[in-house]
Structure formats: structure tokens, C-alpha cells
């Protein structure tokens, strides 16, 4: 299973921009990137995810580079309320049905 | 939208004793799991369920633990004698496919808090 590394937290401003970058050297060849957004005392919620290049949904983009050993969440114009911890996961089903979480990063975003 | 349901929402119970937590996953999943969060700690991975048996477990999930879908739409994690250090949250999750693969990302119910007294 690939190990990811995330910053332990991050700070940011109402209306900012929110870049989060999570490195996974030894991605596998069938990997995917999820990305999950925890708010406490609640279980964690589907983000987005990715195998290469970028997505776009409603909420986040993903933008992973072509060698894949890291990728980057980015979250436009945060509100009060993206204040979380954000997972990112890698895996596939080659890697069986025990996809990990790591420490995630923290982001408060503040007025 | 669909969601996973797990009930209680908060258990509490003495050191010794079985509890058993539930959910309903998402009528059209297949593959169900269950995790846990110490509090101020990382989601940890349990076990995880498909075709009514275990496909994956952690070296967390030893023998007090078991896990069954006992009808077509519960799925129930059981604790058989409760340790102090058993006192978490519980969340089950369920998925359409495996996770990892594309379009199939796990969902997640707001957990359990059990409580070991």
C-alpha cells in the first residue's frame, strides 16, 4: 500500500484559496487518489478523486502531475465551514479492500 | 441523497460486556467496512465485508471482534467482552465496488461513540 505524507495543518482566510499537496512516492501503477474531508465528531465524506491529471467537480479540483508521486487538493474560495481535516488516500483494487488513512491535514480557515 | 445509517449514535458500557453496533449501508453497495477514531487519533481500518464474508481485516480486529450482515440490509460489528481501550468511534462505511477503484468512493455513517466504563 502506497504511504502517503500530508502537512499536519494549514491556515487560511475566508475567500483564500486552499492548497493541500500530499506526496506518495511508491504510488502503484493501478492507484487512485481519493481525497476525504472529515468535520469532528462526524465519519469522513468523498472529496474527489483522481488517477491523472486534473478533475473538477463542484467542490475541489485535483491536480496530480505525470510521474503521480504527489498530488494537490485545491479548494477555491473556502468558507468558515471547510474548517476540517482532509485525507488523502491512495489505492486500487489490487491492494484489497484495506485503504488507510493517514493524519491528514488540518485546515482552519479563519474570518 | 443515499446514506449510511449507524445506530446508536452513542453507546456506553462496561468493561466486559458485548456490544453491538449497526448500520444500514447504502442499499446498492456491495462492500462494507468498518473503521474506528480514537478519539484525537487517525481513522483506523477494521474489516471489510463482501459477499457475507470477510475479504480484508486489521491486526486490530482480533477474535472479540466479528462482523455480520444478518439480513439484507444490516450490517452489525460486534464487540464480545469490551476493554477500556475499546472506547472510540465506530464508522461504517460502504462502497459500490472496491475502494480504490475509480467511482467508488467509500460513504460513511456519522459513527457510534461507544464509551468503555
Known amino acids: 500500500l502506497a504511504k502517503t505524507t500530508q502537512p499536519i495543518s494549514m491556515d487560511s482566510y475566508e475567500g483564500q484559496e486552499v492548497n493541500i499537496t500530499c506526496s506518495h512516492n511508491n504510488i502503484a501503477t493501478n492507484d487512485y487518489i481519493t481525497w476525504y474531508q472529515q468535520f469532528p465528531s462526524q465519519g469522513p465524506r468523498f472529496i474527489i478523486q483522481?488517477?491523472?491529471t486534473k478533475v473538477t467537480n463542484e467542490v475541489a479540483s485535483l491536480f496530480i502531475p505525470a510521474d503521480r508521486k504527489s498530488s494537490t487538493l485545491s479548494l477555491p474560495r473556502v468558507s468558515l465551514s471547510d474548517t476540517a481535516v482532509y485525507y488523502c488516500?491512495?489505492?486500487?483494487?489490487?491492494?484489497?479492500?484495506?485503504?488507510?488513512f493517514g493524519g491528514g491535514t488540518r485546515v482552519l480557515v479563519k474570518p | 441523497e443515499p446514506e449510511v445509517t449507524q445506530t446508536p449514535s452513542h453507546q456506553v458500557t462496561q468493561m466486559g460486556q458485548e456490544v453491538i453496533l449497526r448500520c444500514v449501508p447504502i442499499?446498492?453497495?456491495?462492500?462494507f467496512y468498518w473503521y474506528r477514531q480514537i478519539l484525537g487519533q487517525k481513522v483506523e481500518f477494521l474489516v471489510s465485508f463482501y459477499n457475507n464474508e470477510i475479504s480484508e481485516k486489521s491486526e486490530i480486529f482480533d477474535d472479540q471482534f466479528s462482523v455480520e450482515r444478518p439480513d439484507g440490509s444490516n450490517f452489525t460489528l460486534k464487540i464480545r467482552s469490551t476493554k477500556l481501550e475499546d472506547s472510540a468511534m465506530y464508522f461504517c462505511a460502504s462502497s459500490e465496488v472496491t475502494q480504490g477503484a475509480k467511482n467508488s468512493p467509500l460513504h460513511f455513517g456519522n459513527g457510534t461513540r461507544l464509551t468503555v466504563t
Open positions: 488516500l491512495v489505492g486500487s483494487k489490487a491492494a484489497g479492500n484495506k485503504l488507510t
Open positions: 442499499s446498492n453497495h456491495l462492500y
Open positions: 483522481g488517477y491523472k
